[in-house]
């Protein structure tokens, strides 16, 4: 609205929309309730204002009334509840073939990687019209990622993945707070969302990386040895990681889990705590010998052996045939 | 023209009361009078509710600016912290309960003291202990984790004096446990004859509801805050992911209290309005029992709905869902008070006096408040606004144009009783008004600042927040007018104030029928109810009550 | 104003505080009073159970990999001595109903004894945990230990600390309210030895119960829910 007295955040995502609307629902049932106990209250006092000789008229009470204004508040309440339960739904349901970008916060900064690796630091590109999923972590307390303009708010937690998603609908660039208290610089740790059109994008992306993350994470378990016991046979010791993202696992204990980001980061980081049906419990873990960065590649490489087509290294892990093109080393 | 001056009778002969029984200050530390432990804590949470201001006032002028250049950033984290702790555990839990509660629940009742008076001193030493140490704290470093201290941040992160903090709170907690203890059994056991659940005043059933939650929930901050100590001094794992544990297990332990505790905040002054509107519209309350049900319901469900402030801290789906219903069903009955003090207007003869003006601005004001709360429960509002200035918002409104502004008006309205003086009335109503004002200039604006995005607890912010925040200011300087004048007219009153008559008002209620102010046992001869709470038809139509009263 | 006090004496005990009404309401305030304090300790301890049941359900075997290491047997032992303990103030409370002041001074004298048994065989179990390095801290060590009925699996020490942590946190709070119980009824020795109580009057003995009951039954719970994860004969 006015620059410098704004009224209104910016409107930047499918998401934004929606929550909108519930807000003005809102606005208007809160100003009608607001309007209707200012109106009697102020109406009344002066109604009925004390005079010399005139008594208050002692009324116990009316049963039907206090039945009345408890059961329409109550009506309009589940509208409410039901209207806000459906776009928190939508919000945080993330579509499935999303692009993914890894988060790893931390005191006082964001650290992004994009699934083809672009890395950037406080800032985050991403073209308008594509679903994006943020796979985040924390490396030390608990933050919080937040994008007035898309509505969008997730609590990063360390030990953890969380998960947040939006669609950009505009272009332009739009802030990114922490939301969470964190420390001394909690206030500084905000940086730019910065979405472009699809055609500067494609420049922009090409402007240079490290390769996709999930080669980085590919040559990660290849150097601490992952690959002699995850082979792709059945030979190895450890359970053969092909296929294996999204499909539930049988425990030793009986228990079914799926296999998901946060099973994965947990069987690198404490592989005692679900032992695979049929393996033994050998694994050791490698706590303090990987950053927060190379479980996420290493994710996104293990992601990478469930994609179609996948043979192992070199695909993308965004199965989009325009993304698989354009390949950044 | 006030009611007060229009019923005075003066007072020739200065008679033995409360204050001028005995005289020394040991008379005063070492006193099992409810009355005189009412003003030990009146004196004790004022002095806090100062301290508390002061760190608001410079919360508020270092957000004059965008840029961090008033404070630095850590002592930024400390003023929010600490004025958080100090308005919440020592301020606005203790202030109803325990000054107006602990000078009135015996009275309204028929009793001579609480049940435990012994114990009611002991509370107040624990209060006292706890305060020092908070001040010593304070002092020494202070506290930066935000009053809600979440892990790891507060067990491995910060070096200030958590421990400290949490133990000074621990202590604050038994305070309240015992008071609300007190109240209970006091409540139970202690009612004069005649005096039937149904004839209560509804300040009584305020303060049951509300002891009931201070009994029940805080124990669980005190063992949480228990938790967090043993954490940090012996460097365990029970709340940090490194070392196995659940950061989440801490927000769910420490909400599980302090949610519940923002009811204790706000039952009590719900209280208090219900008392100034009977007797300034002159009729008994709408829907008395339905008033008094939903006491009770609020203090029941405030126990189930804690998760809400969790709904994006990395909580299932499913269970936002849950306590986003559960959270609209404690909406209900707060709603139905509101309508029923509106009603009890209807048809009332109404009066202006100041404790009158104080309840209409809590109706306005808690009206809002409690309306933001509905945009908070919906599940798809709170991801934008949840860790915004719009929770700010709404919190103030409810504890302070809420809960401030009923104790405002409840002191005004039982000043003769506790003093024995009358305050000028001129003043008083002025006051509220500067209140009233102040209140929505500071905190309206933030709303708008939350939803436009300003998160909560940053000391630098985007250039094109500025003219809301400063706004936000402005309006918090005059608040901070109307807040000095009552301290400053109080006091005068006090040595210069006109003599109260026993009933100014001419209210009902067993605590009008004792001197102003009281002898030390309240009741010379136990009363013995035979009429109606708000029996003011009576009152109005000039008839006596059958009892045997003092002075 | 002397003839009006010993008239006034008549009618009462000097016991009764003049804010009641009469000796019974005096009673009933003071036993709801207590029953509410338990209450909050219900509350208090609560919470810590909460924490315990939650992290035995995520870490099951680590937790009875730490629990074989506790003694079970001083554990019992230690059950046993808190449910006589209980049966000694009952036994007490009697004889102050009965007017036998000895039986009451000796029961109270018992109950101590078994109180002061309990925190020293506590005593014994901490030194123990002490020697073998299980005191959450930095000499915590709890290295290769395996998980009962999972051969080959050995415990996560960093989940097995947490065991510890609340072990001493939960077991360390109930000795704390051993000894102000310990406390408590060394006044109630006092009093009773100052013949305080009669048949009409020994409600400080009644609350007092209550309070050593409670003590009792919270480590009652705590027994089989620290000692006894996953034992079998």
Known sequence: ?329 | MSMAIANAIVQPVEREDYLNKEHGIGSWLFTTDHKRIALLYLISITIFFFIGGFFALLIRLELLTPAGDLVQADTYNKLFTQHGMVMVFFFLIPSIPAVLGNFLVPMMIGAKDLAFPRVNLLSWYLYIIGAIMMLHCMLTGGVDTGWTFYTPFSTAFTNTKIVEAGLAIFVAGFSSILTGLNFVVTIHRMRAPGMTWSRLPLFIWAHYATSVIQILGTPVIAITIVLVAAERALHLGIFDPRLGGDPLLFQHLFWFYSHPAVYIMILPSMGIISEIIACFSRKRIFGYHFVALSSMAIAVFGFIVWAHHMFVAGISLYAALVFSLLSYSVAVPSAVKVFNWTATLYKGSIHYDAPMLYAFGFLGLFTIGGLTGLFLAALGIDVHVTDTYFVVAHFHYIMVGGALMAYLGGMHFWWPKISGRLYPEGWARLAALIVFIGFNLTFFPQFILGYVGMPRRYYQYPAEFQVLNVLSTAGATVLGVGYLLPMIYFLWSMRYGKRAPDNPWQAAGLEWKTQSPPTTFNFEEEPVVTWEAYNYDEIDAGQKQEVKVVG | ?233
């Not at chain 1, 990063?156 to 947040?164: E, K």
């Not at chain 3, 990999?65 to 449910?83: F, M, P, Q, R």
């Not at chain 3, 007490?92 to 002041?101: K, L, M, N």
């Not at chain 3, 309210?177 to 009773?192: C, D, E, Q, R």
């Open chain 3, 1 to 233: 104003m002397s003839v009006q006090t010993s008239v006034h004496q008549d009618l009462h005990g000097p016991e009764l505080l003049h804010h009641f009404a009469d000796p019974q309401q005096q009673r009933n305030a003071v036993s709801l009073g207590m029953w509410i304090f338990l209450a909050t300790e219900v509350m208090f301890f609560g919470g810590l159970f909460c924490a315990y049941l939650i992290y035995r359900g995520w870490f099951f075997g680590d937790f009875a990999a730490a629990s074989k290491s506790i003694n079970a047997a001083l554990g019992g032992t230690n059950t046993a001595v808190l449910i006589c303990s209980s049966l000694t103030v009952v036994l007490a409370i009697w004889a102050a109903q009965t007017s036998r002041r000895m039986l009451l001074i000796a029961m109270l004298v018992l109950t101590m004894i078994f109180g002061l048994a309990f925190l020293g065989i506590k005593g014994i179990e901490y030194r123990d945990k002490f020697e073998e390095h299980h005191v959450p801290g930095a000499s915590f060590s709890f290295d290769h230990e395996p998980i009962p009925g999972h051969p080959g699996q050995y415990a996560n020490p960093q989940h097995a600390q947490i065991f510890f942590a609340l072990y001493f946190i939960m077991t360390g709070l109930h000795a704390l309210h051993m000894i102000v119980g310990l406390g408590l009824f060394t006044w109630l020795l006092v009093m009773a030895w100052k013949g305080r109580f009669t048949p009409a009057y020994h409600t400080p003995l009644e609350i007092g119960g209550l309070y050593w009951h409670f003590v009792d039954i919270v480590w009652i719970y705590l027994f089989p829910l620290l000692y006894l994860i996953d034992r079998h004969p």
């Open chain 1, 1 to 329: 609205m006015f620059d410098n007295f704004p009224l209104w955040p910016s409107r930047a995502s499918a998401t934004a929309g929606n929550v909108d609307a519930l807000f003005i629902f809102l606005l208007i049932v809160s100003g009608l309730m607001t309007l209707l106990v200012f109106t009697a209250v102020i109406y009344f006092a002066a109604r009925y204002r004390h005079r010399k000789g005139v008594l208050a008229e002692q009324i116990q009470g009316s049963t039907p009334l206090e039945v009345t204004w408890s059961i329409i508040p109550l009506g309009v309440f589940l509208v409410i509840f039901t209207w806000g339960a459906v776009v928190y739904f939508k919000s945080r349901t993330p579509p499935r073939d999303a692009t993914e970008v890894y988060v790893v916060a931390k005191q006082w900064m964001w650290k992004l990687e994009h699934a083809e690796g672009q890395r950037e630091i406080n800032s985050l590109h991403v073209p308008v019209g594509r679903d994006v999923k943020l796979i985040m972590t924390s490396q030390d307390v608990i933050h919080s990622f937040f994008v007035p303009a898309f509505r969008t708010k997730q609590d990063v937690l360390p030990g953890r993945y969380t998960v947040a998603w939006f669609h950009a609908t505009k272009a332009g660039t739009y802030h990114l707070f922490c939301a969470e208290y964190c420390g001394t610089a909690h206030s500084g740790m905000i940086g730019d969302i910065v979405v472009m059109e699809p055609a500067q994008y494609e420049a922009w992306m090409s402007g240079g990386s490290n390769g996709p993350l999930s080669t980085t994470g590919e040559k990660i378990f290849a150097e601490l040895g992952c690959v002699t016991c995850h082979r792709t046979d059945t030979q190895g010791r450890g359970p053969n990681l092909q296929g294996l993202f999204g499909k539930p696992v049988l425990l030793q204990d009986g228990r079914t889990v799926p296999a998901d980001e946060n099973y994965l980061r947990e069987s690198i980081l404490d592989p005692g705590a679900k032992i695979v049906n049929g393996f033994k419990p050998v694994m050791p873990t490698f706590q303090g010998l990987v950053s927060e960065e190379q479980v996420n590649a290493l994710v996104a490489y293990v992601k990478s052996m469930s994609q179609p087509g996948a043979t192992g290294a070199k695909s993308a892990s965004n199965g989009s045939p325009e993304q698989s093109g354009s390949q950044v080393q």
